[in-house]
């Protein structure tokens, strides 16, 4: 199908892009790797009025490690992260989860950033960004909003961006201490959304104690779901097959799987449980190096 007729403008400045979002906003879409809105545009899913192309702003795709975080603008796609030698030395999670987007066609354009604004419940950087801790930078022409990604998707395909705000990086914290990670995602067959997700993240002190913990599963909810429970039973403990069991049984009750094609809600339940154990045991490895 062919989407409803639209206006296309393409700033090559960031100000240009809030400009135009801040007078049109209510009826205009970004346009980053239009991997997600095409599809929804020509579904009829979406039709907005006008389209702002931000694939000619210089400068929104590097991944940097500054102050602590890596940063990761609006334009870096799903590839520039595969092939991040800094993702790899500095984020276990993110580079599990990276290869596991799609299929190259789809990694060589579609956006991290883009994927998060999206808040698609099956998008698996949504996760990762919980499980990391990570904050979604957000700017209008009325400044910079700096948003805990735990606070930033509040339903399916719905965050609290505003109209007039542009996406143009998400920071993650690094490891403090010694840490690790992974994602790991069941699939049907290769390219698919995630039957089920799992993302984690541990921190760990100098003397092995789990000092921060992150879990967040993908596709077993409305949204992807934060693993509170699960996270905080971690804290403060020394890492154990036993109590890698319990968290990964809070986890499994925090998902609330619905029976559908990809499998029944019982199964997926069962895949949170066991990925949840298998990923922090995977993540604990990293940690230790
Ligand atoms: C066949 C296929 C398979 C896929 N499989 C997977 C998969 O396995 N896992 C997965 O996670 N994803 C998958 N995707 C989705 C893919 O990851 C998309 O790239 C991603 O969801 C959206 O990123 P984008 O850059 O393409 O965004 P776009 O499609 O350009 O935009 C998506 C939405 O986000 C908004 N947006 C984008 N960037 C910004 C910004 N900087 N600021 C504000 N708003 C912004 C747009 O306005 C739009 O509403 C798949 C897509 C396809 C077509």
Known sequence: MYPARFEYVAPTTVDEVLAVLADRGDEAKVLAGGQSLIPMMKLRFAFPE???????????????DADGHLRVGALVRHNDVVGSDMVSRTNHTMA????????????????????VAHAD?????ASVMLACGA????????????????????????????????????RVPKYTGTGGGTYVK??????????????THLDLDGGGTITNAGIALTSVAPNNVKAVEAEQALVGEAP?????????????????PKDDVRGSAEYKRNVVRVFTRRALTTALEHAQG
């Open 240 to 256: 154990s097959d036993a109590l890698f069991a319990e968290a990964a049984e809070l986890a499994a009750r925090a998902a609330e």
């Open 121 to 125: 419940p099956l998008g698996d950087w």
């Open 96 to 115: 599990a989860a990276a290869p596991w987007i799609s299929d190259p066609l789809v990694r060589n354009l579609g956006t991290l950033c883009g994927s």
């Open 135 to 170: 904050d979604v930078v957000a700017r209008s022409t009325s400044g910079e909003r700096v948003i805990p990604m735990a606070d930033f998707i509040t339903g399916p395909f719905t965050t609290t961006l505003e109209p007039t705000e542009l996406v143009t990086e998400v």
């Open 186 to 199: 069941l699939e049907r067959k290769v390219g698919d959304y995630a039957t089920v997700g799992v993302a």
């Open 50 to 64: 006008l389209l702002v192309d931000v694939n000619h702003i210089p400068g929104l795709d590097a991944i940097d």
